[in-house]
Nanobody, 121 residues
Framework: QVQLVESGGGLVQAGGSQRLSCVAS????????VGWYRQRPDEQRFLVGR???????VYAESVKGRFTVSRDSAKNTVYLQMNGLRPDDTAVYYC???????????????WGQGTQVTVSS
């Protein structure tokens, strides 16, 4: 069974930096797309950034130039480096991976449990 475990959330001051990590475990054969989404209270989940095969990167306009998604394929890990944090970046951040396992012939999307990031002004 695939599990995505996130770490690195917490409280940070505006203007500061933080790095989130997400490690996938299970019988993983290949990871195609990795990324991060975020969700504020009473809102739906929105894309922060993702790295697709190619590789091609896609970012939300609000985080371009401040946030970077990267991956370490050997470690089945995706990172989100966040610089220049602002109070409106406060949200629960979720990692996602599109991957294939030895138990399933098709790529499926998996999600982490979410980690709270709070930016104080």
């Amino acid at each position: 069974q695939v599990q995505l475990v996130e770490s690195g959330g917490g409280l940070v001051q505006a203007g500061g930096s933080q790095r989130l990590s997400c490690v996938a475990s299970g019988n993983i054969l290949d990871i195609e797309t990795v990324g991060w989404y975020r969700q504020r209270p009473d809102e739906q989940r929105f894309l922060v950034g993702r790295v697709e095969s190619g590789p091609r990167s896609v970012y939300a306009e609000s985080v371009k130039g401040r946030f970077t998604v990267s991956r370490d394929s050997a470690k089945n890990t995706v990172y989100l480096q966040m610089n220049g944090l602002r109070p409106d970046d406060t949200a629960v951040y979720y990692c996602m991976m599109s991957l294939i396992t030895s138990d399933s012939p098709k790529y499926r999307t998996y999600w982490g449990q979410g980690t709270q990031v709070t930016v104080s002004s």
